[in-house]
């Protein structure tokens, strides 16, 4: 469980959280969203400890954030590999568990090609598995989908959906997107300058046709209505 009350951070004079709040429970998943600049990005690598977070706050430990950069030398397997203490796994062990993440993922069929012969959603792909190989106990997702068409967002929403039904994680994610908030988030947690805005509890996430249910378009009006009453 993540739980920080009045967390501030300041990049010299330029405070990018401002006594922020944030409960993360075990298991579940929380979208973060505000607009550009709010301190998203800031909270979220705080949170991985790539900053130094702040007395008296610790750093939660399991945290692993996933980035895109793959390897260009390196194939797929390689790369998922390469989520792994080398010195502590034994190469067949390595092998089994790149084989398990990329069945998971549903990426067998490009393990021996490099990066530059895949598309954006397989890269996507293969940054997850690379993550979730070391079973992380918490996924921290910058914009995971944000480079991608409507439809591979999509894709990749449905199959961190699928993975969160598989293996029990917990999952924060930043987003600009409010219908991925609204398909990923049991939890939305809108920020406004470096604030917590509002937190919105999305019971209906993971509902059988949520996206094209009135429950997805009530929340998503809900989370647009938050969005904008910070915009005052
Ligand atoms: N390295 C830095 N040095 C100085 N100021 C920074 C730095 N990184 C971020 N900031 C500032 O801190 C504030 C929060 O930035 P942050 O990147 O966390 O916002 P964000 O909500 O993730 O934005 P975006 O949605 O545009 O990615 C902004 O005012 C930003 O200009």
Same mark, same amino acid.
């Given at each position: 469980?993540?739980?920080?009350?009045?967390?501030?951070?300041?990049?010299?004079?330029?405070?990018?959280?401002?006594?922020?709040?944030?409960?993360?429970?075990?298991?579940?998943? @929380?979208?973060?969203?505000?607009?550009?600049?709010?301190?998203?990005?800031?909270?979220?690598?705080?949170?991985?400890?790539?900053?130094?977070?702040?007395?008296?706050?610790?750093?939660?430990?399991?945290?692993?954030?996933?980035?895109?950069?793959?390897?260009?030398?390196?194939?797929?397997?390689?790369?998922?590999?390469?989520?792994?203490?080398?010195?502590?796994?034994?190469?067949?062990?390595?092998?089994?568990?790149?084989?398990?993440?990329?069945?998971?993922?549903?990426?067998?069929?490009?393990?021996?090609?490099?990066?530059?012969?895949?598309?954006?959603?397989?890269?996507?792909?293969?940054?997850?598995?690379? @993550?979730?190989?070391?079973?992380?106990?918490?996924?921290?997702?910058?914009?995971?989908?944000?480079?991608?068409?409507?439809?591979?967002?999509?894709?990749?929403?449905?199959?961190?959906?699928?993975?969160?039904?598989?293996?029990?994680?917990?999952?924060?994610?930043?987003?600009?997107?409010?219908?991925?908030?609204?398909?990923?988030?049991?939890?939305?947690?809108?920020?406004?300058?470096?604030?917590?805005?509002?937190?919105?509890?999305?019971?209906?996430?993971?509902?059988?046709?949520?996206?094209?249910?009135?429950?997805?378009?009530?929340?998503?009006?809900?989370?647009?209505?938050?969005?904008?009453?910070?915009?005052?």
């Amino acid at each position: 469980m993540i739980s920080l009350e009045g967390l501030s951070y300041s990049y010299g004079e330029n405070l990018a959280l401002n006594k922020m709040k944030l409960t993360v429970e075990a298991g579940t998943t @929380t979208a973060i969203i505000g607009p550009s600049g709010c301190g998203k990005t800031t909270l979220l690598y705080l949170l991985a400890g790539l900053l130094p977070m702040p007395e008296p706050f610790l750093k939660p430990s399991g945290i692993v954030l996933q980035n895109y950069g793959l390897f260009p030398w390196k194939t797929v397997k390689a790369n998922i590999g390469l989520g792994l203490d080398r010195g502590l796994v034994k190469k067949s062990e390595m092998n089994a568990r790149t084989d398990e993440m990329l069945e998971l993922l549903g990426i067998q069929e490009i393990a021996n090609r490099y990066p530059n012969q895949i598309s954006g959603g397989q890269r996507q792909r293969a940054a997850i598995a690379r @993550t979730l190989i070391s079973n992380p106990d918490i996924l921290l997702l910058d914009e995971a989908s944000s480079a991608l068409d409507a439809l591979s967002k999509e894709k990749i929403q449905n199959l961190l959906l699928e993975l969160f039904r598989k293996r029990p994680m917990t999952l924060v994610f930043v987003t600009h997107s409010i219908e991925e908030a609204v398909f990923l988030g049991q939890k939305i947690v809108v920020m406004h300058q470096g604030s917590l805005s509002k937190v919105i509890e999305n019971s209906n996430m993971g509902m059988k046709n949520h996206r094209a249910s009135k429950q997805f378009y009530d929340t998503c009006l809900a989370v647009r209505t938050a969005l904008e009453a910070g915009d005052d």
